[in-house]
């Protein structure tokens, strides 16, 4: 045995380093190209191998980490879990990476249930991370003990490390990524893929800032310099508004904090800070949180400013708080400080790769199959002599060999025909061998094309892109305040049961919302959203919380929201229909940001169906379920206050109940709509003006049919509708087209027309 002497500091230093890199590379820091830290890769990869797909049964957590830690992580149950819980909290992944079923901790701090009790499957985003894995895409290590083989890198095409960030501490060594929205970062690639020249201040463009799951308000403008360098920080704070009360005081709701913020412990804090005689302004503290969202209520004295104390409240808690950014990830095994462009160009380079080794694969496939396919074909050109010389040989290898020499094939081309089954021998298998030669040939072409052609690569990666951003794209919850502006418009849609989130128009097919949608709105961020139950109360939501979406927390078990409006962009006046045919005229300056729910009707045995905004010069329309209509002048209602009955509008049979109401202000036709799909043109000039205790006209002729509402139009207008029906599915119509699919002139006696060929009945028509 040589014994080599070696000077301590030497031996101390080098190992130290080893020791340093091996928790570097093997623990704490990202890889850039999958965002992933070995634990979390290892989790996602057993998970993958368990089948734990998001359209299969969940499984222990237990299984999960014993697997895990059996054949790819030897470093204790316990990291593995917890690695496991924070894949799944949407409080700290920006797109949680796995579904759990059970308790998976809280915001509060509230540790999760022990493995055993809990359960977890993969997020349907997370397969976009595993795609394409057994495709030869990325290169496999052996396991720690050598038994198994794992992926070194995930295929990811789903940008992970900027989309859910990143944190950890090594040896010497931080890493501190926040987490970004997804579409602006597939815009950000897509347009680096188009011009990798592109500058960060460019790619700023797109990407504007972090994006936290925990929302909040981003203080001031990101800073150029933190892209660039990969260094800095920025400073987030909660978002919350300041109310009045019914009592005249005010009152601070708290809807959003701080990233990684713990809320049990910013509550105690500001309770400490009351006590304490800093923030004497504040007579009481209620966490009013429930799983639809956050909401701290902090109630002021008599004459304290909401405003003044909210500043103390930035500047003594951690309802602000700064954090710090150090864009540190591995490049192959390196750990590297990366700026934006740098971190959006190895994610690019590295999607290219997956992208030509898939190819590559694919290629390997379709020639091996060919070549089999091209056996085939020549075997059934001369299938009896074929059969005749199987029948003669003496065993399997001689058949094979007499194949090979006498028919010029290869020896997987005969075997192949000594597997080939005697059905394959009819004239449709025939045929079928010969057209997926013709489509082998094609795809070999298209392959080989791919793999020439660089080109053709950034196109599929654009178009992969594309595809995830339509896919998975959210609003941004985190807004900046430098892009707080009152020109910012939200496009918002309200459901039956209060929920308010932004909608796309132009991308309504992917809408996934199962609840009938009530109402699409416009609205500036300065401006305010109010919603009307059956009940007669009156609920709000400001443009600020539309943004990233909003939910209305009714009062009662049955009650339900019926229509909404924004109170700037509204008349002077608001009609109330009951379904008992009475309405009411409130004025507008009636509604005021109140406490949430507050009653803007009595009702007796009836409930508000639908609502409108008039001025003095209105005529309005009184519908019923029967087709009865009823036209009236604004001034047959008397205007009235919230505490004030509705008064008749139209009398009603027996079995028949009113459904909307219109002010007809400067439009000429009405498009009647049925909830069975059937629609009627009418001339808003042939319904005769009656009292408001006339019956009205009948309008409907086909009597088996129930009137769902009715759209005011112009010939010359060119608006869309949003169709949602009984069964879930969203849909949206151009006004003109509609129109058009009606056989029959308007009239008041015309039938009716099947215009909507849908699955179930309609549920509520709304205008966009």
Same mark, same amino acid.
């Given at each position: 045995?040589?014994?080599?002497?070696?000077?301590?500091?030497?031996?101390?230093?080098?190992?130290?380093?080893?020791?340093?890199?091996?928790?570097?590379?093997?623990?704490?820091?990202?890889?850039?190209?999958?965002?992933?830290?070995?634990?979390?890769?290892?989790?996602?990869?057993?998970?993958?191998?368990?089948?734990?797909?998001?359209?299969?049964?969940?499984?222990?957590?237990?299984?999960?980490?014993?697997?895990?830690?059996?054949?790819?992580?030897?470093?204790?149950?316990?990291?593995?879990?917890?690695?496991?819980?924070?894949?799944?909290?949407?409080?700290?992944?920006?797109?949680?990476?796995?579904?759990?079923?059970?308790?998976?901790?809280?915001?509060?701090?509230?540790?999760?249930?022990?493995?055993?009790?809990?359960?977890?499957?993969?997020?349907?985003?997370?397969?976009?991370?595993?795609?394409?894995?057994?495709?030869?895409?990325?290169?496999?290590?052996?396991?720690?003990?050598?038994?198994?083989?794992?992926?070194?890198?995930?295929?990811?095409?789903?940008?992970?490390?900027?989309?859910?960030?990143?944190?950890?501490?090594?040896?010497?060594?931080?890493?501190?990524?926040? *987490?970004?929205?997804?579409?602006?970062?597939?815009?950000?690639?897509?347009?680096?893929?188009?011009?990798?020249?592109?500058?960060?201040?460019?790619?700023?463009?797109?990407?504007?800032?972090?994006?936290?799951?925990?929302?909040?308000?981003?203080?001031?403008?990101?800073?150029?310099?933190?892209?660039?360098?990969?260094?800095?920080?920025?400073?987030?704070?909660?978002?919350?508004?300041?109310?009045?009360?019914?009592?005249?005081?005010?009152?601070?709701?708290?809807?959003?904090?701080?990233?990684?913020?713990?809320?049990?412990?910013?509550?105690?804090?500001?309770?400490?800070?009351?006590?304490?005689?800093?923030?004497?302004?504040?007579?009481?503290?209620?966490?009013?949180?429930?799983?639809?969202?956050?909401?701290?209520?902090?109630?002021?004295?008599?004459?304290?400013?909401?405003?003044?104390?909210?500043?103390?409240?930035?500047?003594?808690?951690?309802?602000?708080?700064?954090?710090?950014?150090?864009?540190?990830?591995?490049?192959?095994?390196?750990?590297?400080?990366?700026?934006?462009?740098?971190?959006?160009?190895?994610?690019?380079?590295?999607?290219?790769?997956?992208?030509?080794?898939?190819?590559?694969?694919?290629?390997?496939?379709?020639?091996?199959?060919?070549?089999?396919?091209?056996?085939?074909?020549?075997?059934?050109?001369?299938?009896?002599?074929?059969?005749?010389?199987?029948?003669?040989?003496?065993?399997?290898?001689?058949?094979?060999?007499?194949?090979?020499?006498?028919?010029?094939?290869?020896?997987?081309?005969?075997?192949?025909?000594?597997?080939?089954?005697?059905?394959?021998?009819?004239?449709?298998?025939?045929?079928?061998?010969?057209?997926?030669?013709?489509?082998?040939?094609?795809?070999?072409?298209?392959?080989?094309?791919?793999?020439?052609?660089?080109?053709?690569?950034?196109?599929?990666?654009?178009?992969?892109?594309?595809?995830?951003?339509?896919?998975?794209?959210?609003?941004?919850?985190?807004?900046?305040?430098?892009?707080?502006?009152?020109?910012?418009?939200?496009?918002?849609?309200?459901?039956?049961?209060?929920?308010?989130?932004?909608?796309?128009?132009?991308?309504?097919?992917?809408?996934?919302?199962?609840?009938?949608?009530?109402?699409?709105?416009?609205?500036?961020?300065?401006?305010?959203?109010?919603?009307?139950?059956?009940?007669?109360?009156?609920?709000?939501?400001?443009?600020?919380?539309?943004?990233?979406?909003?939910?209305?927390?009714?009062?009662?078990?049955?009650?339900?929201?019926?229509?909404?409006?924004?109170?700037?962009?509204?008349?002077?006046?608001?009609?109330?229909?009951?379904?008992?045919?009475?309405?009411?005229?409130?004025?507008?300056?009636?509604?005021?940001?109140?406490?949430?729910?507050?009653?803007?009707?009595?009702?007796?045995?009836?409930?508000?169906?639908?609502?409108?905004?008039?001025?003095?010069?209105?005529?309005?329309?009184?519908?019923?379920?029967?087709?009865?209509?009823?036209?009236?002048?604004?001034?047959?209602?008397?205007?009235?206050?919230?505490?004030?009955?509705?008064?008749?509008?139209?009398?009603?049979?027996?079995?028949?109940?009113?459904?909307?109401?219109?002010?007809?202000?400067?439009?000429?036709?009405?498009?009647?709509?049925?909830?069975?799909?059937?629609?009627?043109?009418?001339?808003?000039?042939?319904?005769?003006?009656?009292?408001?205790?006339?019956?009205?006209?009948?309008?409907?002729?086909?009597?088996?049919?129930?009137?769902?509402?009715?759209?005011?139009?112009?010939?010359?207008?060119?608006?869309?509708?949003?169709?949602?029906?009984?069964?879930?599915?969203?849909?949206?119509?151009?006004?003109?087209?509609?129109?058009?699919?009606?056989?029959? *002139?308007?009239?008041?006696?015309?039938?009716?027309?099947?215009?909507?060929?849908?699955?179930?009945?309609?549920?509520?028509?709304?205008?966009?």
């Amino acid at each position: 045995m040589e014994i080599i002497n070696i000077p301590i500091e030497e031996e101390a230093k080098q190992s130290y380093l080893d020791y340093a890199m091996s928790v570097i590379v093997g623990r704490a820091i990202p890889d850039v190209k999958d965002g992933l830290k070995p634990v979390q890769r290892r989790i996602l990869y057993a998970m993958y191998e368990m089948d734990l797909f998001p359209d299969k049964p969940f499984k222990k957590c237990a299984r999960i980490v014993g697997d895990t830690m059996g054949r790819y992580h030897p470093h204790g149950d316990q990291a593995i879990y917890d690695a496991l819980v924070r894949m799944a909290q949407d409080f700290n992944l920006r797109y949680p990476l796995v579904i759990g079923q059970g308790n998976f901790g809280s915001i509060d701090g509230d540790p999760p249930a022990a493995m055993r009790y809990t359960e977890a499957k993969l997020a349907k985003i997370t397969t976009t991370l595993l795609e394409d894995i057994e495709n030869d895409t990325v290169d496999f290590i052996p396991n720690f003990d050598e038994s198994s083989s794992e992926p070194q890198v995930l295929p990811a095409k789903i940008p992970n490390l900027l989309c859910n960030g990143g944190t950890g501490i090594a040896v010497g060594l931080a890493t501190s990524i926040p *987490p970004h929205n997804l579409k602006e970062v597939c815009d950000a690639l897509i347009a680096l893929a188009n011009n990798q020249d592109i500058t960060i201040e460019e790619l700023m463009k797109y990407i504007k800032g972090p994006d936290f799951p925990t929302g909040g308000i981003i203080v001031g403008e990101v800073s150029k310099e933190i892209y660039e360098t990969g260094r800095g920080q920025v400073t987030i704070q909660a978002k919350a508004r300041v109310e009045k009360t019914s009592s005249g005081r005010e009152q601070i709701i708290i809807t959003e904090i701080p990233y990684m913020v713990n809320k049990a412990e910013l509550i105690k804090r500001v309770a400490e800070l009351a006590r304490g005689g800093k923030l004497k302004e504040i007579s009481d503290l209620r966490d009013e949180s429930d799983k639809e969202g956050i909401r701290i209520v902090i109630e002021l004295k008599k004459d304290a400013k909401g405003e003044a104390v909210l500043k103390k409240l930035y500047k003594n808690t951690s309802l602000r708080k700064n954090f710090p950014i150090n864009m540190v990830a591995l490049v192959g095994l390196e750990p590297k400080l990366l700026n934006l462009k740098e971190i959006l160009m190895e994610f690019f380079k590295h999607r290219l790769n997956v992208i030509h080794r898939r190819t590559e694969f694919f290629l390997r496939k379709a020639q091996d199959r060919l070549h089999i396919v091209e056996g085939l074909l020549i075997c059934i050109k001369d299938i009896d002599n074929i059969i005749n010389t199987i029948r003669a040989s003496e065993d399997t290898a001689d058949a094979k060999q007499k194949l090979i020499t006498g028919w010029g094939l290869t020896e997987k081309q005969a075997q192949a025909i000594l597997d080939l089954r005697l059905q394959r021998l009819t004239s449709l298998e025939t045929t079928k061998l010969q057209k997926e030669y013709e489509e082998l040939i094609e795809n070999i072409k298209y392959y080989n094309y791919v793999l020439e052609n660089k080109s053709e690569r950034i196109k599929i990666f654009i178009d992969e892109t594309t595809a995830l951003s339509d896919k998975f794209k959210d609003p941004r919850r985190t807004l900046i305040e430098g892009m707080i502006s009152e020109d910012i418009i939200v496009e918002v849609y309200i459901t039956k049961n209060g929920l308010v989130r932004p909608i796309d128009l132009d991308n309504i097919d992917s809408l996934e919302e199962r609840y009938p949608i009530i109402h699409v709105a416009r609205l500036k961020y300065t401006e305010g959203l109010f919603v009307i139950s059956n009940k007669g109360r009156a609920y709000w939501t400001a443009g600020s919380q539309a943004l990233s979406g909003s939910t209305i927390h009714v009062k009662d078990v049955d009650e339900y929201i019926v229509d909404a409006f924004v109170r700037e962009q509204y008349s002077t006046r608001v009609l109330l229909l009951t379904n008992k045919g009475h309405l009411k005229k409130l004025p507008l300056v009636e509604f005021e940001y109140k406490t949430q729910g507050f009653q803007i009707i009595k009702l007796h045995d009836e409930e508000i169906v639908s609502i409108d905004g008039s001025d003095a010069e209105n005529e309005i329309l009184i519908l019923t379920q029967k087709g009865y209509i009823n036209k009236i002048l604004t001034q047959d209602i008397g205007a009235s206050t919230n505490s004030s009955k509705a008064q008749q509008c139209i009398k009603l049979n027996e079995e028949d109940i009113a459904i909307s109401v219109k002010a007809i202000k400067d439009k000429a036709f009405g498009l009647l709509i049925t909830k069975e799909g059937y629609a009627k043109k009418l001339r808003l000039s042939d319904l005769p003006q009656k009292s408001k205790s006339s019956q009205g006209v009948n309008i409907l002729r086909l009597k088996s049919l129930n009137v769902l509402d009715m759209i005011l139009y112009n010939e010359e207008d060119e608006f869309d509708i949003l169709v949602s029906t009984e069964a879930g599915t969203h849909i949206k119509y151009d006004i003109k087209n509609l129109i058009q699919k009606i056989k029959t *002139p308007a009239g008041l006696n015309v039938p009716e027309d099947k215009i909507f060929s849908l699955e179930s009945d309609i549920s509520k028509v709304v205008l966009l």
